[in-house]
């Protein structure tokens, strides 16, 4: 089991910036990467962005590309979604993810992932 605790969220304005933060514990060697989505009200859970946990290689949704950038800690065991130049359709619940080893994680499909951390509000007004 992995177990994932996120932090970071809060209500930020139109152009601003937020760090949020994924802290992994358990058995964390059996997963190879860790991903983020976020769910608006109303609408489906989205891949947002993926890194690995060995060579950092990341992926990212176009939505986000170039504003949004994910990193991690291997010795903290800590991942990392940081989002600048945000919007007001960035609002959302922002969840992390450990990726199943053996998947595709990289394509962002919700299945490649098995545990999920419990989410984190980001609310960018206008």
């Known amino acids: 089991q992995v177990q994932l605790v996120e932090s970071g969220g809060g209500l930020v304005q139109a152009g601003g910036s937020l760090r949020l933060s994924c802290a992994a514990s358990?058995?964390?060697?059996?997963?190879?990467?860790m991903g983020w989505f976020r769910q608006a009200p109303g609408k489906e859970r989205l891949f947002v962005a993926a890194?690995?946990?060995?060579?950092?290689?990341?992926y990212y949704a176009d939505s986000v590309k170039g504003r949004f950038t994910t990193s991690r800690d291997n010795a903290e065991n800590t991942g990392y979604l940081q989002m600048s130049s945000l919007k007001p359709e960035d609002t959302a619940v922002y969840y992390c993810?450990?990726?199943?080893?053996?998947?595709?994680?990289?394509?962002?499909?919700?299945?490649?992932?098995?545990?999920w951390g419990q989410g984190t509000q980001v609310t960018v007004s206008s």
């Open positions: 890194i690995s946990w060995r060579g950092g290689n990341t």
């Open positions: 358990g058995r964390t060697f059996s997963s190879p990467a």
């Open positions: 993810a450990a990726a199943n080893s053996g998947s595709r994680w990289w394509l962002g499909q919700r299945g490649s992932y098995d545990y």
